[in-house]
Nanobody
Framework: HVQLVESGGGSVQAGGSLRLSCAVS????????MGWFRQAPGKEREEVAA????????YYTNSVKGRFTISQDNAKNTVTLQMNSLKPEDTAMYYC???????????????????WGQGTQVTVS
């Protein structure tokens, strides 16, 4: 039973930082694609960042490159999204997602991911 639980969202002023964590359980494959997506009100869900857990290769959408960093901690079974230099347009519900049993295929998209967390809200003012 795969379970993804996000934490770390909140409200921050523009230019600030937040660190989102995704606690992962129930995945037995060592090579997966773990992703972060976000959805603002009235907008479609969009990809933010992804990491291939086998190779640790990382991928970012252009709007967050240089500001966000995705990483994994195998000992803690977590995937983290460090978000720096936040902008009001980063405001959204952020979701952790898993594509089990393989690396990331580019361009990564929401339909590739079969497991999702409940989301955590990020508000930048």
């Amino acid at each position: 039973h795969v379970q993804l639980v996000e934490s770390g969202g909140g409200s921050v002023q523009a230019g600030g930082s937040l660190r989102l964590s995704c606690a992962v359980s129930g995945i037995t494959y060592t090579q997966n694609c773990m992703g972060w997506f976000r959805q603002a009100p009235g907008k479609e869900r969009e990809e933010v960042a992804a990491i291939s857990t086998g190779s640790r290769s990382t991928y970012y959408t252009n709007s967050v490159k240089g500001r966000f960093t995705i990483s994994q901690d195998n000992a803690k079974n977590t995937v983290t999204l460090q978000m720096n230099s936040l902008k009001p347009e980063d405001t959204a519900m952020y979701y952790c997602a898993a594509d089990v049993g393989g690396g990331c295929y580019l361009p990564f998209k929401a339909s590739d991911f079969g497991y999702w967390g409940q989301g955590t809200q990020v508000t930048v003012s």
